[in-house]
């Protein structure tokens, strides 16, 4: 059993989508991530909200952002449990971000440092 | 006849007060003494009043007797320890003379402190049960081993290893002091826990013993919380759950011992000052921050105290489960979880989502299978039905399943 980080690629939610809307997001999310919890493979997982972000590069220069304008942005993720990353990428197909023409789910095996993997 | 009916109801009440203050008295290596003298003196009671008739004040009488038996005790092994060793410690308590003290607040200060000594993780969970029982709620060993379906011998053996293991460890009959009284009370709770579910899903046939599990788990939670010290948010939670629970006691079972699902029950058989009880105690635990899983199981609770199916009612239940699964899972949980899927949006969603449960072993699983397949296809759900039939193992189980299969064919 490997865990995996499931990385969600997506602009801001609330630059485009009413309340109602985000409410309904919410409730997916939440029964995604319980289904995912009822098959006893959750490890964790977290929004990353948009502000205060900021972006620290080469020679300590500093810049606010990203700002979620575009769908590349990293939103959040979640860590699973899964034997291969074909399970994972299952547990990632039902992410609620996907509905979006454009976002995207990255799927990356997370090493256990033991000296194998 | 009077006499045989006073004297159990005061044997449990009383027998576990004085084994508490003599337990801290004695410390925790004298545990057995301590239950040996509270017997002791419950004996003696039963053959006296036998023939001079019940005393004007029958606790005083207890409680003298039991104090003039351990000064005798406390005396006696001073008395061999001078003789063959130097035990300075039990010669300092004899010269003091120190009174047993069996006032009201000692009985409840010494009841707490050994809540926490006998809930130690030191010891197993179910021998913390078993010592509870005992020492806190004062049942007797027959009655233990109906509880957990297993034989006095097997008992005796856990409580002896469970009071030699505490011996070993030094732990001590006090309160935690202030750093460690969250971590202990954690294992508290477990344990309280743990006794009110043995009495609320027992197979025992005793129910009149079931029910008294769950009041004596409800008496000690309360005890934590008339302490200030321990009057905490998931304690108060843990509270309410039971409430909500135990309001349900009348509903749940037939006189002939058959359980009554939810949705078949009785309403008007639920206990609705219990069930105000539990709400006042969840408004009380969300006092203080974090929600630990008594917190979301309380809550999970207060909803099923609603019968009808108003539309908030599943949705609700269903992201409590979503939140619980994520702090703690377990296969109850997730089935539970993915039965009110079921109901906050639809069979269909939830097949799909309880297919993928591994959860091969467990009757319940194909019990909710069958239920979720019913209304779709009546032959896939009659195989599930009949495979869980199989899986099941008591008699009530394999009823309520079969019952089920008759209302297929």
């Given at each position: 059993?490997?865990?995996?980080?499931?990385?969600?690629?997506?602009?801001?939610?609330?630059?485009?989508?009413?309340?109602?809307?985000?409410?309904h997001?919410?409730?997916?999310?939440?029964?995604?991530?319980g289904?995912?919890?009822?098959?006893?493979?959750?490890?964790?997982?977290?929004?990353?909200?948009?502000d205060?972000?900021?972006?620290?590069?080469?020679?300590?220069?500093v810049?606010?952002?990203?700002?979620?304008?575009?769908?590349?942005?990293?939103?959040g993720?979640?860590?699973?449990?899964?034997?291969?990353?074909?399970?994972?990428?299952?547990?990632?197909?039902?992410?609620?971000?996907?509905?979006?023409?454009?976002?995207?789910?990255?799927?990356?095996?997370?090493?256990?440092?033991?000296?194998v993997? | 006849?009077?006499?045989?009916?006073?004297?159990?109801?005061?044997?449990?009440?009383?027998?576990?007060?004085i084994?508490?203050?003599?337990?801290?008295?004695?410390?925790?290596?004298?545990?057995?003494?301590?239950?040996?003298?509270a017997?002791?003196?419950?004996?003696?009671?039963?053959?006296?009043?036998?023939?001079?008739?019940?005393p004007?004040?029958?606790?005083?009488?207890?409680y003298?007797?039991?104090?003039?038996?351990?000064?005798?005790?406390?005396?006696?092994?001073?008395?061999?320890?001078?003789?063959?060793?130097?035990?300075?410690?039990?010669?300092?308590?004899?010269?003091?003379?120190?009174?047993?003290?069996?006032s009201?607040?000692?009985?409840?200060?010494?009841?707490?402190?050994?809540l926490?000594?006998?809930?130690?993780?030191?010891?197993?969970?179910?021998?913390?049960v078993?010592?509870?029982?005992?020492?806190?709620?004062?049942?007797?060993?027959?009655?233990i081993?109906?509880?957990?379906l297993?034989?006095?011998?097997?008992?005796?053996?856990?409580l002896?290893r469970?009071k030699?293991?505490?011996?070993?460890?030094?732990?001590?009959?006090?309160?935690?002091?202030?750093q460690?009284?969250?971590?202990?009370?954690?294992?508290?709770l477990?344990?309280?826990?743990?006794l009110f579910s043995?009495?609320?899903?027992?197979?025992?046939?005793?129910?009149?013993?079931?029910?008294d599990?769950c009041?004596?788990?409800?008496?000690l939670?309360y005890?934590?919380?008339?302490?200030?010290?321990?009057?905490?948010?998931?304690?108060?939670?843990?509270f309410?759950?039971?409430?909500?629970?135990?309001s349900?006691?009348?509903?749940?079972?037939k006189?002939?011992?058959?359980?009554?699902?939810?949705?078949?029950?009785?309403?008007?058989?639920?206990?609705?000052?219990?069930?105000?009880?539990?709400?006042?105690?969840?408004?009380?635990?969300?006092?203080g921050?974090?929600?630990?899983?008594y917190?979301?199981?309380?809550?999970?609770?207060y909803?099923?105290?609603?019968?009808?199916?108003?539309?908030?009612?599943?949705?609700?239940?269903?992201?409590?489960y979503?939140?619980?699964?994520?702090i703690?899972?377990?296969?109850?949980?997730?089935?539970?979880?993915?039965?009110a899927?079921?109901?906050?949006?639809?069979?269909?969603?939830?097949?799909?989502?309880?297919?993928?449960?591994?959860?091969?072993?467990?009757?319940?699983?194909?019990?909710?299978?069958?239920?979720?397949?019913?209304?779709?296809?009546?032959?896939?759900?009659?195989?599930?039905?009949?495979?869980?039939?199989?899986?099941?193992?008591?008699?009530?189980?394999?009823?309520?399943?079969?019952?089920?299969?008759?209302?297929?064919?």
């Open positions: 059993m490997n865990e995996f980080i499931l990385i969600f690629r997506h602009e801001d939610g609330m630059k485009v989508a009413s309340p109602e809307q985000i409410q997001w919410m409730k997916q999310t939440r029964d995604w991530i289904g995912i919890a009822a098959q006893n493979k959750f490890v964790g997982g977290n929004g990353l909200p948009f205060e972000a900021r972006v620290v590069k080469h020679n300590n220069v810049t606010n952002g990203p700002f979620g304008e575009i769908k590349e942005t990293i939103g993720y979640i860590i699973v449990k899964a034997g291969s990353v074909d399970e994972a990428v299952e547990f990632a197909k039902g992410c609620p971000v996907l509905q979006g023409d454009g976002n995207s789910v990255e799927v990356r095996k997370i090493a256990k440092g033991d000296g993997h | 006849m009077e006499q045989q009916e006073l004297i159990p109801h005061l044997f449990r009440a009383e027998f576990r007060k084994v508490a203050v003599l337990c801290k008295h004695l410390g925790i290596a004298h545990i057995q003494t301590a239950e040996d003298i017997s002791d003196t419950f004996m003696l009671a039963f053959e006296t009043w036998s023939y001079r008739g019940i004007e004040n029958p606790v005083a009488w207890l003298t007797v039991a104090k003039n038996k351990a000064k005798n005790y406390i005396a006696r092994n001073a008395l061999f320890a001078q003789k063959i060793s130097m035990q300075i410690k039990l010669e300092a308590l004899v010269a003091d003379e120190p009174e047993i003290d069996l009201d607040k000692n009985i409840t200060d010494s009841q707490l402190q050994m926490f000594a006998v809930c130690h993780p030191a010891i197993s969970n179910e021998a913390q078993g010592l509870a029982l005992r020492i806190l709620c004062g049942f007797g060993i027959d009655e081993a109906d509880a957990f297993t034989n006095k011998e097997t008992i005796n053996k856990r002896f469970a030699e293991k505490l011996r070993t460890e030094q732990v001590q009959v006090a309160f935690p002091s202030g460690e009284i969250t971590q202990r009370l954690e294992s508290v477990t344990t309280l826990y743990l043995e009495g609320y899903y027992s197979e025992s046939r005793d129910t009149l013993l079931r029910n599990c009041l004596e788990a409800m008496r939670t005890l934590l919380i008339e302490n200030e010290t321990t009057n905490l948010p998931a304690v108060n939670a843990l309410a759950l039971m409430c909500f629970h135990a349900r006691f009348e509903a749940r079972k006189d002939n011992g058959e359980i009554v699902l939810y949705h078949d029950q009785d309403e008007t058989l639920w206990n609705r000052e219990l069930i105000n009880k539990g709400i006042y105690f969840l408004h009380q635990s969300s006092r921050a974090g929600a630990s899983k917190h979301i199981e309380a809550n999970i609770a909803w099923h105290t609603i019968k009808e199916d108003i539309p908030e009612k599943w949705e609700n239940i269903l992201q409590l979503n939140h619980l699964l994520q703690e899972y377990s296969p109850i949980a997730a089935l539970n979880r993915t039965y899927l079921a109901k906050a949006n639809g069979n269909a969603q939830a097949i799909i989502e309880a297919e993928k449960l591994d959860l091969k072993n467990n009757h319940f699983y194909f019990t909710l299978l069958g239920e979720l397949y019913r209304d779709i296809d009546q032959n896939k759900a009659l195989l599930h039905f009949e495979h869980a039939y199989q899986l099941a193992k008591t008699s009530t189980d394999k009823q309520t399943i079969h019952k089920k299969i008759l209302l297929l064919k």
